[in-house]
């Protein structure tokens, strides 16, 4: 009993210690550059992200780690990521060695900020070890097989004459004919088989802004029942988007520019693209 007491006891104090470290500003939300676009097994994925506090103010200094781990078994992978260009911004280079699916998040001031899950493809192919079939033999074997039909025919002609070795000859030519042509069709074929490759499906536009908005940052702020089973820290300073409605053009002013909205927003610009808005508006629309 004193053991589980102990064990309550040491969990609540762990979790009022992060909750004390959160509201004295011990958190960030990051927002990555872009998402990734097809992934290969074994090819560098480079990664770049901006590091703000509290969403806003750009944080210099970090040694922001991405750790990344393959569904279904004990693979994993970490980077460092390094400062590169604007002050809070951060760049790394992932290789993931195997295909399949990749859950991966980035920790750089606070919790680990989970991302939108990986699919890595494998294009790699597998060659069948016959030996390839030359020209050549092939060849030589149909050509032997035609130099026995000519045989069972000059025999058969013979034949008619009552030569008497006709008979020979198209037995002969049989033999010929028929070693050619099984010799033609036994000569082993090279074939390139492909492997059942994973293959990363294409999203559609709710689906995109699903990914977003979890690769944005969004769901740090933001309350939302599909990313909220995801997202191991959330300060809900913004209103919960999961039942929202609003009118594309105003979402699109807003995701462009949200001071331009409102004056007295505390969302930065984040520079989304035309397409990541729209993208963004299918999701937020989505009810």
């Known amino acids: 009993m004193k053991r589980i007491l102990s064990a309550l006891g040491l969990t609540l104090l762990l979790a009022m210690t992060f909750t004390i470290t959160a509201l004295a500003g011990g958190w960030a939300v990051i927002t990555l550059d872009e998402l990734p676009g097809e992934v290969a097994a074994n090819q560098p994925l480079e990664i770049g992200f901006m590091v703000r506090q509290h969403g806003v103010t750009p944080l210099e200094g970090q040694s922001p780690v991405i750790t990344a781990k393959l569904a279904g078994s004990n693979k994993s992978v970490s980077v460092l990521a390094v400062e590169e260009g604007d002050v809070g911004h951060y760049a790394a280079t992932l290789t993931l060695p195997l295909a399949g699916e990749w859950q991966w998040n980035i920790e750089a001031f606070g919790a680990p900020q989970p991302m939108p899950a990986l699919t890595v493809v494998d294009v790699a192919l597998a060659v069948n070890k016959s030996e390839p079939i030359t020209s050549n033999?092939?060849?030589l074997s149909l050509l032997a097989a035609g130099i026995g039909l000519i045989g069972v025919v000059g025999g058969l002609l013979a034949l008619q004459r009552k030569v008497r070795w006709a008979a020979a000859l198209v037995v002969a030519g049989l033999l010929v004919s028929g070693a050619g042509f099984v010799s033609a069709a036994d000569?082993?074929?090279a074939e390139l088989e492909a492997k059942e490759p994973v293959v990363a499906s294409i999203p559609s536009q709710v689906e995109l802004g699903?990914?977003?908005?979890?690769?944005?940052?969004?769901m740090v702020c933001h309350s939302h029942t599909e990313t909220n089973r995801i997202r191991e820290f959330g300060v809900d300073?913004?209103?919960?988007?999961?039942n929202?409605?609003?009118?594309p053009e105003y979402l699109r002013l807003w995701?462009?520019?949200?001071?331009?909205?409102k004056s007295t927003a505390q969302m930065l610009a984040l520079g989304l693209s035309d397409a990541e808005i729209e993208a963004l508006i299918a999701f937020i629309n989505d009810n």
Request: proline share 9%.
């Open 187 to 189: 000569q082993p074929k």
């Open 244 to 247: 929202i409605t609003a009118s």
């Open 255 to 261: 995701l462009k520019d949200p001071s331009a909205a």
């Open 237 to 242: 300073m913004g209103p919960d988007l999961t």
């Open 137 to 139: 033999s092939n060849f």
């Open 210 to 218: 699903h990914d977003l908005f979890i690769a944005k940052g969004c």
